[in-house]
């Protein structure tokens, strides 16, 4: 049970393997990986078998732990600790949950004897870190819940229309998700709620995997191109939008999967509410400006290629435009936090300000 609420867990039986589940399968097959290394917990995230910044710090959390478990001669040296962190954390560039997660646990170990104890710290480490996120995500949704239960209000019991991008729910965040998170709790709570999945090119996070998440909490949901979300909003068919983050600046710009910009400029013009859901792990403290945030680019095949299942039940992989035409592939972009209505947060909403942030998290680190 624990491997469909959750995207990561140590193996139930066998000391030093961490399980997964293979996100780019989903939705068609859903697929456990076991984790035997810190070589394969570093091409779990690069590949995108684990992805989400809260996931990927628990990820970068576990393969510490897995690096530990594997060190060469069984000689848990600080050198190979801060080697395998640094290996971590050239994974992926964007999301700082990887960073921050990965350092932590280089500072919990960093001083205790160089034997097996830093293996039961590594991983005593790495499930509180887990924990933490989840918990962060169920407040995420506690907080959240009140705007929905607002609008609903509002419009007299009748649906509450959100819009997302990408997927920000329990596949990329351990448990609830973070702009899922308050979706989840108005639908306990009997809330009518309708989310409107954006495909999310070019990998289509949110048809293949946002989906499959609304659809098995029964939530009702519906499909749409990328640029179908502007046109909604003209329509007075969108109440509010909840985004999720792979970083946030300590001033409120906010870096998410790219398309978020577009869809924040157009709740801007039509008065749409743009929230974005993030735990305090996902705000970078020592950035002032988005534009100092990194962009990841990845291979521009996923530009070029689309996969899905045809009409023999097949998973197939296609090539969409000509052979030779080149492509590029950015992962993220930057919304200004002037475009942000307000960031929901473990420790409640505030407004995307250094002001605003720094009230909730006085002490400028996460979770205080």
Not at 88 to 100: D, E, G, M, S, Y
Request: hydrophobic fraction near 40%; charged fraction near 25%; include cysteine.
């Amino acid at each position: 049970m624990q491997a469909l609420t959750r995207p990561i867990w140590p193996h139930p039986e066998k000391a030093g393997v961490v399980q997964v589940i293979d996100q780019r399968l989903l939705p068609h097959t859903l697929k456990i990986l076991d984790l035997h290394s810190v070589e394969d917990a570093i091409e779990a995230i690069y590949t995108l078998t684990v992805r989400g910044a809260p996931l990927i710090g628990a990820s970068a959390a576990w393969g510490m732990y897995l690096a530990a478990c594997t060190a060469p001669g069984g000689r848990i040296s600080n050198e190979w600790m801060e080697e395998s962190c640094e290996k971590i954390k050239a994974a992926r560039p964007t999301a700082v949950n990887l960073a921050w997660a990965a350092d932590l646990l280089m500072e919990r170990v960093r001083h205790l004897p160089e034997d097996e104890t830093r293996i039961s710290a590594m991983y005593a480490a790495a499930a509180t870190i887990t924990d933490a996120e989840a918990e962060r995500c169920r407040f995420i949704g506690e907080y959240g819940l009140p705007l929905i239960r607002k609008i609903a209000e509002e419009k007299n019991g009748k649906p509450v229309n959100i819009l997302t991008h990408c997927n920000a729910g329990w596949l990329a965040c351990v448990e609830y998700g973070t702009a899922t998170a308050p979706v989840y709790a108005a639908h306990r709570e009997g809330i009518a709620v309708h989310v409107w999945v954006d495909e999310t090119r070019p990998l289509n996070q949110g048809s293949r995997l946002t989906a499959w998440e609304l659809g098995q909490a029964g939530v009702e949901h519906t499909i749409i191109a990328d640029n179908t979300g502007g046109h909604l909003m003209q329509q007075g068919m969108v109440d509010m939008v909840i985004v999720g983050t792979d970083r946030t600046t300590y001033t409120g710009d906010v870096a998410n999967k790219i398309g978020t910009y577009l869809k924040a400029l157009a709740a801007k013009d039509n008065g749409v509410p743009f929230y974005v859901a993030l735990p305090s792990s996902t705000i970078d403290w020592t950035l002032e400006k988005g534009r100092e945030i990194p962009i990841e680019t990845r291979n521009p095949d996923e530009v070029r290629y689309v996969q899905g299942k045809d009409d023999a039940g097949e998973t197939r992989r296609v090539l969409v435009p000509p052979e030779n035409s080149p492509a590029m592939d950015f992962a993220f972009d930057v919304t200004p936090a002037r475009l942000v209505t307000g960031l929901i947060t473990e420790k409640g909403v505030c407004p995307a300000t250094k002001e605003g942030i720094a009230a909730l998290f006085p002490l400028g680190k996460a979770g205080e």
